[in-house]
């Protein structure tokens, strides 16, 4: 399957604009926030990750259950955050 860049760099560019600036500050250039699991964790990962095979079949994942357009903006994994920080771990950390 594999995800489509482009689809993921607008719905990554919709989710950016549509916080406030102040929600962004914490926010270093060339990363981006996700929010993870039922209670929606906030992490702040490296935009490298979104051309890594693992991270990209979690992104396919995020896109079956969620859709990669949301009206409330931030992209959203359903994993969980001990998972996810494994997974995290595994390409670099966090």
Known sequence: MGVRL???MHMLQRSLSWKK???MADVPKGHFPIYVGETEKRFVIPVSYLRNPLFQS???RAEEEF???HATGGIRVPCEEEVFVRLTSQLGGL
């Open 6 to 8: 482009p689809g993921v």
């Open 21 to 23: 600036p102040a929600q």
């Open 67 to 69: 859709g990669l357009d």
């Open 58 to 60: 979690l992104l396919d």
